[in-house]
């Protein structure tokens, strides 16, 4: 089973405008953490955000939010007032595991921002 | 400045030979990660370790091996390199000392098997 899945293999949104990237995960760990990166053409991976299970408040970084609903198991990025510069791929991930920790990654979103 | 180094961005290799791929990073990290990336896959997750001589299969392992006699070089071995083993490699690093922090990457290796 995908412990991380992506279900938009690409997304467009207008300059200036918001936009939600889908993220589903599944883990029976109570202790966990999701992240976002984001790979440019360049093909680095830059992080952007961290949720870990137990904060309660959702995480925000700048224009970078997270959406983390719990029981439903998502951690939606939102990107608000969209920018050129946002056109890249992003991807979701999951660090779990006890002694040991893992981090596993969904297929990823390829976000294009239309001028 | 953090830093995960891979060896070479560019590796074009013929079929049937013995491949190595190597990482060092310099955060003094206890985890570290090779992934391969494929358009329409992600990254999927070859092998980890979480200390020297620690090893632990990721999704795919088939066909790779590692190795992690240092703390700060993980190693990724292709014992007879095939045409499907083509990819971008990218190895990362992490530390278990801070839960909320990220992993850190490298800038990957494009392998081109022929």
């Known amino acids: 089973a995908q412990k991380i899945t992506q279900t938009q293999p690409g997304m467009f949104v207008q300059e200036k405008e918001a936009v939600t990237l889908d993220c589903t995960y599944d883990t029976s760990d109570q202790s966990y953490g999701l992240f976002w990166y984001k790979q440019p053409s360049s093909g680095e991976m830059i992080f952007l955000i961290y949720q870990g299970s137990y904060d309660e408040q959702n995480a925000t970084e700048g224009r970078y939010s997270l959406n983390f609903q719990k029981a439903r198991k998502s951690a939606n990025l939102v990107i608000s007032a969209s920018q050129l510069g946002d056109s890249a791929m992003y991807f979701c991930?999951?660090?779990?595991?006890?002694?040991?920790?893992?981090?596993?990654f969904g297929t990823g979103t390829k976000l294009q921002v239309i001028p | 400045d953090v830093k995960v180094t891979q060896s070479s961005r560019y590796l074009v290799k013929r079929t049937g030979e013995k491949v190595f791929l190597e990482c060092v990073q310099d955060?003094?990290?206890?985890?570290m990660f090779w992934y391969r990336q494929d358009p329409g896959l992600g990254l999927r997750l070859i092998y980890f370790?979480?200390?020297?001589?620690?090893?632990e299969k990721g999704d795919i392992p088939e066909g790779y091996s590692v190795s992690r006699e240092k703390k700060e070089r993980f190693s990724l071995i292709l014992e007879s390199a095939s045409t499907n083993q083509t990819s971008m490699y990218l190895c990362?690093?992490?530390?278990?000392?801070?839960?909320?922090?990220?992993?850190?990457f490298g800038q990957g290796t494009r392998l081109t098997v022929v």
């Open positions: 991930a999951m660090r779990e595991g006890r002694g040991y920790q893992k981090v596993t």
């Open positions: 990362a690093s992490s530390t278990d000392r801070a839960m909320n922090t990220e992993a850190f």
């Open positions: 955060m003094d990290h206890e985890n």
């Open positions: 370790s979480y200390d020297v001589k620690m090893k």
